[in-house]
């Protein structure tokens, strides 16, 4: 005797039409899917692993949507899922160690920077973006940090595209003349 596969309508009417039985689910990773592809990054070193476990997530979020109440907390919920699969995904690992009696040093990578070089620039960075007036600064992070375009951060901001063009260039002229910048580099 075999085991039904699908024992909810929810399952069998996607099966059956071939389309999504929850279409705020689908808008819902439509919109928060570049939030969510952030997370899963920061959990896994490499950007194909976190779409798998991006991907694995949400099937487990697609799976309970009917017994989430809130989804004002799905935000929450999908990050829960993706740490959950990390963990078990982590566990799952097969490790390959092999006893020996000298370590093995890696070569060093030729025009590899020191960590140490990387985190006093970014280190430094963020004292230069500090020292800057607020306006400025505030541009200058949604720009390149958030990573908006120029129309993006006026609207945000509630400016022209001309005020955010000008500001940030005014502002990436005070970082290239700050002392301390051009010490670490």
Known sequence: M?????TSVS????LATGTAAYPSFASYVRDRQPVLLRAARSLTANPSDA?????????KTYVA?????DHRALDGYVRRALLNTRTSQWRKRK????ACDELPEPEPASGAADPAEQQALRDAMWRAIMKLPTRQRAMVVLRYYEDLSE????EVLGVSVGTVKSAVSRALG???EDPELGRVR
């Open 65 to 69: 949507w009917e017994r989430i109440e």
């Open 51 to 59: 779409e798998d476990l991006l991907q694995a997530a949400l099937t």
């Open 11 to 14: 399952k069998a009417a996607v």
């Open 95 to 98: 490790v390959d160690e092999f």
């Open 2 to 6: 075999t085991t039904p596969v699908c």
């Open 151 to 154: 129309i993006r951060t006026a």
């Open 174 to 176: 005070k970082l290239r």
